[in-house]
């Protein structure tokens, strides 16, 4: 009797430890058909942070310039070594791909056939890069060109300043300034989803990056020296530089913000990043401005075919500009959700202070 008490409790232990080994083996966490937990961005390769976009991303204003995008074969996308691209110095990321293009409309950032200055599709670019590097994040600044066509409007507020008995530009933008930002607003949401299409066709979803749609800062403000108002620095007129640094700005960022909303972006908002670093702001010392001033190559009007690009730097964010933009992109991806402003803090540099969200 006692040997049969002992046989059935043997065979009771036996069987408990065939059942815990089963479900070591076959437990829930590894049942067929139950997705396992994401380890980042699918594929291989390194682990990258993409710059999409216009001038203000491809580094113009900044120096440097790659031969291949400084004039080469009609190529002047201007991208810089020095662009904010390559300083972004978030956890985990060992690559940085610049595909910004100067002058760049967002149908150009988008998928389609639209070029600028020769090259292609950026969202097609990304398509290509995906296959040997891992995308952790993917930041566009894209919309000044289109409608607002940002850099016309600068051109025609220096005309202004130049024809002194007649109108301020600013009066003209006052009446369209709005409706130019509304019609951009489309064309910047369809290029933010192609790129999230573009990612979501490589097997992305979109726990697996992020896509930050950021806006532009004023390049000049209205508080500078008079002595600098002129062809040596930024001659414009002091009203015009105050709607476009109080109005003009704000209106285009919110434009940029209803893009990013849109299309379930985080929203970064550089409305008023350049404060006290704008061109000229330095006076004697341009050292401390974060933008270019009015910049002639006089080397390039030497040469037709480089002498149209001779004024192309001004009113860019310098190097010492993409360095601060950097860092405040930098605590910004760190921070993984939510949007915010690129503001200056005690120490000088910009940082990325959360959006307070009502409720």
Not at 190 to 219: R, T
Not at 346 to 351: F, N, P, Q, S, V
């Amino acid at each position: 009797m006692r040997r049969l008490r002992w046989y059935w409790g043997a065979l009771v232990l036996a069987c408990a430890a065939l059942l815990a080994g089963f479900f070591v083996f076959f437990g829930t966490e590894s049942q067929p058909g139950r997705p396992q937990p994401r380890q980042g961005p699918p594929g291989t390769g390194p682990l990258t942070v993409v710059t999409m976009g216009d001038s203000t991303v491809s580094g113009e204003g900044a120096g440097q310039y790659t031969a291949a995008t400084n004039g080469q074969g009609g190529n002047w996308c201007h991208r810089s070594p020095n662009a904010f691209a390559g300083k972004i110095a978030a956890p985990g990321i060992t690559a940085h791909v610049n595909l910004g293009c100067s002058g760049a409309p967002a149908e150009q950032v988008a998928l389609g056939d639209v070029k600028q200055w020769t090259e292609g599709s950026q969202a097609q670019q990304l398509a290509a890069l995906v296959k040997d590097h891992r995308v952790a994040a993917v930041v566009i600044a894209v919309g000044a060109n289109d409608e607002p066509k940002f850099s016309n409007q600068v051109n025609d507020c220096f005309k202004a300043w130049f024809d002194a008995g007649g109108p301020p530009c600013s009066t003209a933008l006052k009446q369209t300034w709005q409706s130019k930002v509304d019609a951009m607003v489309p064309k910047v949401a369809k290029a933010v989803s192609d790129v999230k299409a573009v990612l979501a066709a490589a097997g992305y979803v979109p726990a697996d990056y992020q896509l930050i749609l950021q806006s532009y800062a004023a390049p000049i403000g209205p508080d500078l020296p008079e002595n600098l108002r002129t062809l040596d620095g930024c001659p414009f007129r002091t009203e015009d530089l105050r709607w476009i640094a109080q109005t003009g700005i704000g209106v285009l960022s919110s434009g940029l913000k209803a893009a990013a909303r849109q299309t379930g972006a985080r929203f970064l908002d550089l409305a008023k990043a350049g404060v006290k670093h704008e061109a000229c702001s330095g006076g004697a010392n341009p050292a401390t401005e974060w933008f270019t001033r009015l910049t002639l190559q006089l080397a390039d009007l030497a040469q037709a075919e480089r002498a149209g690009h001779a004024l192309q730097e001004s009113f860019h964010p310098n190097a010492a500009g993409h360095t601060a933009i950097a860092n405040c992109l930098t605590e910004f991806i760190a921070a993984k959700d939510g949007n915010a402003s690129c503001l200056a803090g005690a120490d000088g540099k910009l940082h990325a202070v959360p959006e307070v969200v009502a409720r």
